[in-house]
């Protein structure tokens, strides 16, 4: 089950239904079930705190995701920062929409084992993004 929920924020204009059947094609590709996943979309303030008290990182982020996968099964909670995509799609000139799910599906990404902070690792990332998307 994945479920949507949002704090501080009005909840983005994403379709529950579409977005959920998204991730779980996405999810499939990589040999993947949907468990147990819970999106929190939230502010700058928020995930801010959240980085501090449960990673010790002082910065703003777009996405943390926490892991509790079990064997082929995704589980995990993703909270995002509604602040921070509005702020990288302008940064990168992509529409809001556009940066919105490829936060959504990044974290789904670092679910399925896709990493993006070693060498190489963010081109992956990238491309992995960019498949995914175009299967929206």
Not at 14 to 28: D, F, L, Q, S, Y
Request: glycine share 8%; charged share 25%; hydrophobic share 35%.
């Amino acid at each position: 089950m994945i479920t949507y929920n949002a704090e501080g924020v009005r909840f983005p204009n994403i379709k529950r239904r579409e977005t959920t059947a998204w991730i779980r094609r996405v999810a499939a590709t990589y040999g993947k079930k949907v468990g147990e996943v819970g999106y929190l979309f939230c502010n700058d303030e928020h995930i801010l705190s959240v980085n501090r008290e449960y990673l010790q990182h002082d910065y703003y982020t777009d996405i943390i995701t926490f892991d509790y996968c079990e064997g082929d099964t995704l589980n995990g909670d993703l909270v995002i920062s509604l602040d921070t995509v509005r702020s990288n799609a302008e940064l990168f000139g992509k529409q809001y929409d556009e940066e919105l799910h490829r936060v959504i599906i990044h974290g789904i990404l670092h679910l399925c084992g896709i990493n993006d902070k070693g060498p190489g690792e963010r081109e992956q990332m990238e491309a992995a993004e960019n498949a995914a998307l175009a299967m929206l």
